[in-house]
């Protein structure tokens, strides 16, 4: 088994160090389980998020970090990059499928679920228990449920569970119905990412400790100034609102237009950036825009990068919505956070809310809905809206417009809370406490 390898003498120190600051064990191995990954095949939207900052986070430590997960089909089976491991399955299905990782879904759960263990179990975790070592298993969403299933059988024949600590996490609902939850409850420590998630699920008599999501640490750097002048300049007199989700109706992507419309007839000369994706709702969005009597113009960043966004945005003195097609890199992400007015996150049911507490990061205004976004506390880090009535959010941002004290200091608030979500802060104050697997001897951190 291939020691773990850094890229440096001077890593080992600072590694060191960041495994210290998380408070676990060095000879801890983790492996995360995930049909999401790195790929362009298997990135679809907030899971891999998720996924890549935590394993990031580990490897960073210094901690022997796995994801296993539904990769591209023609790409090798195993590959360590940046010091992550990574590990592809279901390539053989996924040539039958080219629409993405979810494609041919219910195909792949059962070869996941029988592949992947047995291999985890021979080639990695085995080995580095027999001389020693404890695992980690952070599985993620009902795909991989079956998985924590068989690995927890495969562990007890062994007789090797009381030396790994398995952990299934629900991002979302959905699959449930798919889940055999007695016994997962009894393979798994069973963890979600939100108050708000933790409630659903009780209602589904189950119980889950909430293990929130994290921000990487490219989220935290400053945005580019020289873009956000330019972006700023060019929306002068303008109210900027950046809108960048999924075209789904849980993202109420229409009571968004209902707001924007209704800004419009006050004469308040708003400039809705839309970034959506791929999904047949955004049709439906386009229309009711139209409907709303919105002018709507598309725009592609063609050259690509910051340039490229600002070049893209411009001439827009007669346009209510700008269509943005075109993939938004995070540089550029974080400079049109930083330059607009409002950040819209308003979903009318969300997990979580990562793309709020990433442009509070940015120094943004977020503007959130009241579900699960833990983070946002009104009026004092974000504008959080309880209504569909458009009227709330055009009271509490005319507040937030004739005070620029009360403006600054929010985005102040939205930054220092934004930290207090970077990835090693939630290993240490939320996860290591719960693996059992902390230094002995020594005090946590937090």
């Known amino acids: ?205 189950v119980d889950a400790v909430v293990l929130p999501n994290g921000l990487s640490p490219d989220v935290y750097v400053a945005p580019d100034r020289v873009t956000v002048q330019r972006l700023r300049a060019m929306f002068a007199g303008r109210v900027a609102i950046t809108k960048m989700a999924r075209w789904d109706p ?8 209902r707001l924007v419309a209704e800004m419009k007839r006050l004469g308040q000369r708003p400039l809705f950036i839309a970034r959506g994706g791929r999904e047949a709702h955004g049709a439906e969005v386009l229309r009711a825009m139209q409907s709303a009597g919105l002018r709507v113009a598309t725009r592609t960043n063609v050259a690509g990068g910051m340039l490229g966004l600002v070049s893209s945005l411009v001439d827009a003195a007669d346009i209510d919505v700008l269509n943005v097609t075109s993939h938004v890199d995070p540089d550029s992400r974080r400079a049109l956070f930083r330059a607009s007015d409002v950040v819209l996150a308003n979903s009318t049911r969300e997990p979580f809310g990562l793309v709020g507490l990433e442009a509070m990061a940015a120094g943004g205004i977020a503007c959130t809905g009241y579900t699960g976004e833990d983070y946002a506390m009104a009026g004092r880090n974000a504008i959080v809206l309880q209504t569909e009535d458009p009227a709330e959010f055009v009271e509490f941002y005319s507040q937030l417009r004739r005070n620029p004290e009360y403006e600054n200091a929010m985005r102040r608030a939205g930054r220092a809370t934004a930290r207090q979500y970077a990835w090693p802060s939630v290993i240490r104050t939320t996860l290591a406490p719960r693996i059992g697997l902390a230094p002995r001897n020594r005090m946590l951190r937090v």
């Not at 090798?76 to 399955?89: A, K, Q, T, V």
């Not at 849980?250 to 237009?257: I, M, T």
């Open 1 to 205: 088994m291939p020691a773990l390898e850094l890229e440096s003498e001077d890593a080992l120190p600072k590694a060191a160090a960041a495994r210290d600051r998380l408070g676990i064990r060095e000879h801890t191995q983790f492996h995360v389980l995930a049909f999401e990954g790195p790929d362009p095949y298997s990135r679809i939207g907030g899971l891999e998020t998720r996924i890549s900052g935590l394993c990031q986070a580990l490897v960073r430590a210094g901690l022997e970090t796995h994801l296993w997960f539904v990769g591209e089909p023609d790409l090798p089976g195993y590959e360590r990059r940046d010091g992550l491991h990574l590990h592809r399955f279901c390539q053989w299905i996924s040539r039958y499928h080219p629409q993405g990782v979810y494609d041919g879904q219910y195909n792949k759960v059962p070869d996941y679920a029988g592949a992947l263990p047995p291999a985890l179990m021979r080639d990695w975790l085995g080995p580095h228990i027999a001389h020693g070592g404890h695992g980690v298993i952070m599985a993620e969403e009902w795909q991989t449920a079956d998985a924590v299933l068989h690995l927890d059988y495969l562990l007890r024949q062994t007789r090797w569970r009381e030396h790994v600590r398995m952990f299934w996490n629900a991002n979302n609902v959905f699959g449930f119905e798919q889940i055999d939850w007695g016994r997962l409850r009894q393979a798994a420590h069973l963890t979600t990412v939100s108050r708000y998630m933790r409630q659903l699920m009780q209602a589904m008599d």
């Open 250 to 257: 849980d993202k109420n992507w229409l009571g968004s237009v």
